[in-house]
């Protein structure tokens, strides 16, 4: 009976699930706070993932661990091993302007060059449009850059116990997986294959990256001798973590708004809406990510003064359509619509429907509208959904749940409440471990269907097509 752990670093938070590698039955769990902000000194997270692994019962038990995490961070290390600057994350878009060149610079049809040839068209998020922004404003930090890595990486070379003073030995043992090498721009999802020209037109040169290990391949071992599995992006951990296959498109919402599905062929949407992105098994992961999900939910409850519980509780004495108030929630700006300088507004106020009930279920309907888009863009590549599963932190909300349904006109599967991208990283920790996919029994899921609302999204796409 040994014990797995999988580690979810995602944006807000870091937790830890130990399972059993033959049953997949929960042992200990814990959790740690990440910093807030869009740029962070990546020690955070270490000591985020000690403190969460303490809270889990520690790792010396364990045969086997995986870490997950949030995509596109720009990890860069120096000759020694050290971080040369805080990472900027994916939700960062300072690199905007960069993403937009780096697509001008490939000729007039860039954004089909960008897609075909690394799966996605570069946004803010993508992780060579940092390196772009880095070369551009931080020469010096550019070139001491001598390897460059994401934070799921980053993190299992700290669980193998190299640092800073590892020195070239330490920067040659950098692994990762394919899923989150999909993300940085310069990794083909289609070849398998690191990009070096993007990273000389980026960077300026082409640093020391991490080896992208295969699905089941083992990686470093940590000082206890646990083996490391390759980890994964977050979103492509929550893909295992919910047992998601061909024909299930996942929406996530936590910090980020993620819609995806699992295909077995890789994709490129010239449109830029869907990035082309691996999945941790050999399959693909096209996805649209926006970036204003469960923070919408956060501060409308700091606004009206309730708890998240209670904002659920208050939008659902609402009427459906929020009394005709629409919340397009660009709060800090947006990706899907690629808007980076955008911000959220609230349409169609009245003296009747401006109250705290509606403005609660507004941010409900405005985050689940925008998904709406995502959604769309992903289906509007011939993705077929046959079944819609709703995880992340706001997955919690019956609201949330409720008006996703409403507004894709969708049954929508919300798992039992979990750590989903945890449970993926556990799963390929065991798989990595035993040689194959682990049979550990699908959580129990509820499904909620609530009666259509198209006119709800049409409300709210005219007021996005009045603003912008
Ligand atoms: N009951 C709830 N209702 C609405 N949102 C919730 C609820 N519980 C948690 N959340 C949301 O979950 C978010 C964290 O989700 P999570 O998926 O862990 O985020 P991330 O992976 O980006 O760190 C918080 O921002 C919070 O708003
Ligand atoms: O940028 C993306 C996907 O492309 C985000 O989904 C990040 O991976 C962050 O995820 P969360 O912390 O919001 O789960």
């Known amino acids: 009976m040994p014990l797995v752990a999988g580690v979810d ?117 993508i992780t060579a449009a940092k390196l772009r922004w880095l070369a551009e404003n931080e020469p010096e930090n550019a070139a001491r850059t001598a390897a460059v890595c994401l934070p799921h990486d980053w993190l299992s070379w700290r669980l193998a116990g190299y640092g800073p003073g590892s020195g070239a030995d330490g920067l040659a043992a950098l692994r990762t997986d394919r899923s989150d090498a999909s993300g940085t721009g310069y990794w083909s999802p289609a070849t398998g294959e690191y990009l070096p020209d993007v990273l000389k037109t980026t960077l300026g040169h082409v640093p020391v990256l991490p080896v992208v290990l295969g699905p089941l391949e083992a990686g470093l071992r940590t000082p206890a001798g646990a083996v490391i599995a390759p980890g994964t992006g977050d979103n492509a951990g929550a893909a295992l973590g919910v047992g998601a296959g061909v024909g299930d498109i996942v929406v996530s919402v936590g910090t980020s708004g993620t819609v995806f599905a699992v295909a077995d062929a890789p994709t490129a949407d010239a449109t830029g809406l869907v990035a082309g992105f691996a999945d941790a098994t050999g399959n693909f992961l096209p996805l649209a990510c926006t970036l204003n999900a469960s923070r919408v939910f956060d501060a409308t409850a700091a606004v009206l003064g309730v708890d998240l519980a209670a904002l659920t509780d208050l939008a659902l004495t609402a009427e459906p359509g929020a009394g005709g108030l629409s919340l397009i929630p660009y709060f800090e700006g947006e990706r899907t619509p690629n808007l980076p300088e955008a911000e959220a507004s609230l349409h ?121």
């Open 348 to 468: 169609g106020m009245t003296l009747a429907n401006y109250a705290p009930a509606n403005l609660a279920r507004a941010a409900f309907e405005g985050v689940a509208c925008s998904l709406a888009d995502a959604f769309q863009a992903v289906t509007g590549l011939g993705i077929a959904a046959q079944r819609v599963i709703l995880v992340g932190g706001g997955a919690r909300s019956a609201a949330m749940q409720q008006t996703l349904s409403a507004v894709l006109g969708l049954p929508v599967e919300v798992p039992e409440p979990g750590e989903y991208v945890a449970d993926g990283a556990a799963r390929q920790a065991a798989a990595v471990l035993t040689g194959e996919w682990p049979a550990w029994k699908t959580q129990d899921s509820a499904t909620v269907s609530a009666a259509p609302e198209p006119e709800l999204l049409e409300r709210y796409r005219a007021a996005v097509r009045r603003q912008y």
């Open 9 to 125: 670093s995602s944006t807000q938070s870091c937790k830890v699930v130990i399972r059993d590698a033959d049953t997949g039955a929960l042992h200990r769990q814990g959790t740690a706070r990440h910093a807030p902000g869009t740029e962070v000194d990546p020690e955070t997270w270490w000591q985020a993932l000690i403190e969460a692994a303490d809270a889990a019962g520690g790792l010396d038990d364990v045969a086997a661990v995986a870490v997950s995490g949030q995509q596109h961070g720009m990890v860069c290390l120096d000759a020694d091993g050290a971080v040369v600057r805080p990472a900027l994350l994916w939700n960062d878009t300072r690199s905007a302007a960069a993403a937009e060149n780096l697509v001008a610079e490939a000729g007039p049809d860039g954004a089909r060059y960008w897609a075909e040839t690394s799966g996605t068209v570069p946004v803010a998020s």
